[in-house]
């Protein structure tokens, strides 16, 4: 039997237990300032709000999915409905 690719977004979500919808990391991915890393950028707001709570970004969406979302669209300037659910 073949196995399909696993995205880094369902990998994280089946080793850590992380609950974070495909929309919301899309959301994400527009916005980071590091995409494709596996170290953060220290001067992204996520990180830098969350890091201090132990958590990782994957963590931070997983935990806190609207503030990130809300961090996301006020200060990463997207198009997004700002009141659409994630």
Sequence with gaps: ????K???LNFSNRI???H???KLDRLRNDFCPSPGSFICNT?????MRYIT???????????YP???RKIICNEGGTD????QKY
């Design 6 to 8: 696993e995205t880094i």
């Design 53 to 63: 709570k132990g958590l990782s970004c994957n963590g931070a969406l997983d935990k």
């Design 66 to 68: 609207e503030e990130c």
């Design 43 to 47: 001067g992204c707001s996520i990180y």
């Design 80 to 83: 997004h409905d700002k009141n």
């Design 16 to 18: 850590y237990g992380y």
């Design 1 to 4: 039997m073949k196995r399909e």
């Design 20 to 22: 974070i919808s495909e």
